[in-house]
């Protein structure tokens, strides 16, 4: 008996994918997530711009994700042309990639899983039995904004964080505004915790993961970091991402897959709690010790409860950076000058959904010779085929029609951003 | 018109016009409650995926033939076709340099395995079909998009902006960063509905919302070549996120290849 699933969209899901499953004498001859999106080609197109073009151009890889593009941008031409930014600027870049990550883990839970989990086709749908719950979502994603918006001028696509610093640097009411937000924010997604962390858990899923994430090596949590640890115990400078992301084209699908060691492995917020999550502190600290399940039994649909504790995260760690950049004056500096030489350099942050790389060389004259760049869903796609198959290993006996929901649920979990594929490209159009 | 049933769908690009759409946090439920929002995969499961539509909003721009089916099968659904946000209105920072052949592209990222897929060139949606409505932006302005929809529910259409970046700037008093502060700014040939976003925050206008009607170019370029630019740095500005409209690719450009 031979049957084939093929989901030709998955929705609720950032761009365009699919799934394929080949079952062929009751074993599982073929699993692979398919990609769709249309290939943009903009790290070669943007060979030749000078080191100030870069980021306006490459920070529109993703909408959603276009707040850590542009600091992981930002940060990659100041390695190559060796700036240093002040303490000011790196608070400030923080806090706009908090911002970001509000914004997105509200719009994964509350848009996206929540719905899923409860048997609701969209957030509208749901809003119209829980009015107050996606109500409390909405106000979080746009919490999310709000700081997005205060500091880097835009909710999408960042127009004030540049080359050395920002445009225009926020006045003491404008943050203290924020910090207002903020502490409401605060018990808001403690009770979002409150509503993820009570979603019954398919247990459909289960198998070894490795995880990755950039290593926090300060005092706290953090989306920042000079090196990548992984779960195997491996630890590497971020300047060698390469041999961590090592891509390869796989013959199956021709999308060009991230093995570690030659095995797949995981980023995004279950990954990063898995790593660094015991330097959590405060309200995230307390939602993870209370999590009733091992969030690290290898269920990629944990990542939601992680999401939902780094959401608390975030908030704490966003009045804290307030507090900080409040309890002195705000300096007015300029951008730092720049002095042109030819160099490379790396820049990594840890996106919403995992760690994210970019990687620029640049001539004399500061124009850009070579850009390479890594994304979160690149690095998880190897992972996300390994759990369907594991699901449809254990689901083999269901019908298209129960397995087919469980699958999407698993590929959703990750929170993928197909946008973002720079280049990973699925060649199996039908 | 009494609720109408609406199609939102992205083709290939950052998929930030459909996040515009949802970063309307406070009015979300408002749209939802007064349109049939019958397809909208970024945001909901059960599409309808071939009845008749009132209104479709689309973006990004065409890049492969998946793209191009699927916009003339959305054209063929829909009375009222808006092209939302700089890909689809002018091709977006991925037509940058269509000059350059896909096939040469693909080779540099995929190696032998970019000959497997289709790739072409990227284009702007009316290439393909009629638009009845452009509004464009890098992403969209969030006030554009509400105007648009509660002028299409009174059978109405927008009062978009036809004048520049520029005036808005001059009318909120930000010191100019063209002439006083000598930035490569498009504020002049962009079209309006940012309030000058970039310029209240110091920075040069980078014409992420494509040009304005009636742009000037020529003199724009003259101004710029006063103040030092080059044309090649010029030419970069002007040609990343609207590369392919005429009124960008005026007769000195194309000296400036030469030089």
Same mark, same amino acid.
């Given at each position: 008996m031979s049957k084939s699933v093929v989901i030709d969209r998955v929705c609720r899901i950032e761009g365009h994918g699919g799934i394929t499953v080949n079952i062929h004498d009751g074993k599982v001859a073929e699993v692979k997530m398919d990609v769709f999106e249309g290939t943009r080609f903009l790290e070669p197109l !943007? !060979? /030749? #711009?000078?080191y100030n073009e870069v980021a306006p151009i490459l920070m529109r890889i993703c909408a959603i994700c276009s707040a850590t593009h542009t600091v992981a941008s930002l940060m990659a031409v100041e390695d190559a042309l060796g700036v240093n930014v002040s303490e000011q600027t790196r608070l400030l870049r923080e806090l706009l990639v908090q911002g970001g990550n509000i914004e997105s883990h509200a719009l994964h839970l509350f848009c996206l899983v929540i719905p899923d989990f409860m048997n609701y086709p969209s957030a509208v749908d749901l809003a119209s039995d829980y009015p107050h719950e996606v109500k409390m979502g909405l106000e979080l994603k746009k919490l999310g904004n709000t700081i997005q918006e205060t500091i /880097? /001028? #835009?909710? &999408?696509?960042? !127009?004030?964080? &540049?080359v050395g610093g920002f445009g225009r640097l926020p006045i003491r009411e404008e943050l203290l505004g924020l910090k207002k937000q903020l502490q409401k924010g605060l018990k808001q997604s403690l009770a979002t915790f409150d509503i993820v962390s009570s979603l019954q858990i398919p247990d459909f899923c289960i198998s070894p993961n490795i995880y990755a994430a950039l290593l926090s090596d300060g005092n706290g949590y953090s989306l920042f970091g000079e090196k990548t640890t992984l779960s195997t115990g491996d630890i590497k400078e971020i300047g060698t991402y390469k041999d961590i992301c090592n891509e390869q084209v796989v013959a199956h699908s021709n999308a060009k897959h991230s093995r570690f060691k030659d095995k797949p492995f995981m980023v995004g917020a279950l990954a990063r709690i898995a790593l660094n999550g015991k330097k959590l502190s405060g309200q995230a600290k307390k939602a993870l010790e209370k999590l009733g399940f091992d969030l690290l039994s290898g269920n990629p649909l944990h990542n939601n409860a992680a999401q939902a504790i780094e959401l608390v995260y975030s908030i704490e760690r966003s009045i804290e950076i307030i507090e900080e950049l409040l309890s002195g004056e705000i300096k007015e500096e300029k951008p730092m000058q720049i002095t042109l030489r030819a160099g490379t350099g790396t820049g990594a942050v840890e996106a919403p959904r995992g760690t994210l790389y970019h990687s620029y060389s640049f001539d004399k004259e500061g124009r850009l010779t070579e850009a390479d760049i890594i994304t979160p869903t690149a690095q998880n796609l190897a992972n996300i085929e390994k759990d369907l198959r594991v699901s449809v290993e254990n689901l083999i006996d269901e019908s298209k029609e129960s397995l087919v929901p469980k699958l999407e649920m698993v590929v959703r979990a990750y929170d993928p951003c197909i946008s973002c594929a720079v280049h990973l490209v699925e060649v199996n159009f039908k | 018109m009494d609720k109408p049933n609406v199609g939102i769908y992205g083709l290939t690009g950052c998929a930030g016009d459909q996040l515009s759409i949802l970063n309307c946090e406070d009015e979300l439920l408002d749209i939802a409650g007064s349109l049939?929002? %019958?397809?909208f995969p970024m945001a909901m499961t059960c599409n309808d995926e071939d009845s008749a539509l009132d209104i479709v909003f689309i973006e990004g721009s065409v890049v492969q033939p998946e793209d191009e089916q699927m916009l003339k099968k959305l054209r063929d659904r829909a009375t009222f076709l808006v092209a939302i946000g700089t890909c689809a209105v002018w091709g977006g920072v991925q037509a940058m340099k269509n000059e350059i052949a896909r096939e040469e592209l693909k080779q540099k990222v995929?190696?032998?395995?970019? %000959?497997?897929f289709e790739t072409i060139a990227p284009q702007p949606l009316n290439h393909f079909v009629k638009v009845d409505l452009a509004i464009s932006g890098c992403p969209i302005e969030k006030e554009q998009l509400l105007q648009t929809v509660a002028a299409l529910l009174h059978g109405d259409l927008p009062t978009l902006p036809n004048y520049p970046v520029c005036t808005e700037c001059k009318m909120a008093e930000y010191?100019?960063?063209?002439?006083? %502060?000598?930035?490569?700014?498009l504020g002049p040939i962009t079209v309006a509905g940012c309030k000058a976003r970039c310029p209240s925050y110091t920075r040069p206008c980078i014409g992420c919302r494509g040009p304005v009607e009636e742009a000037n170019v020529s003199s724009e370029f003259r101004v710029l070549r006063e103040k030092g630019f080059t044309k090649i740095d010029i030419q970069n500005r002007l040609h990343t996120f609207a590369a392919q409209a005429d009124a960008l690719n005026i007769e000195s450009l194309k000296e400036a290849v030469d030089e």
């Open positions: !943007v !060979v /030749g #711009r000078t /880097g /001028g #835009r909710a &999408i696509h960042p !127009v004030n964080a &540049i | 049939n929002i %019958k397809f995929y190696g032998p395995a970019g %000959k497997d010191t100019c960063v063209l002439i006083e %502060k000598g930035q490569l700014c």
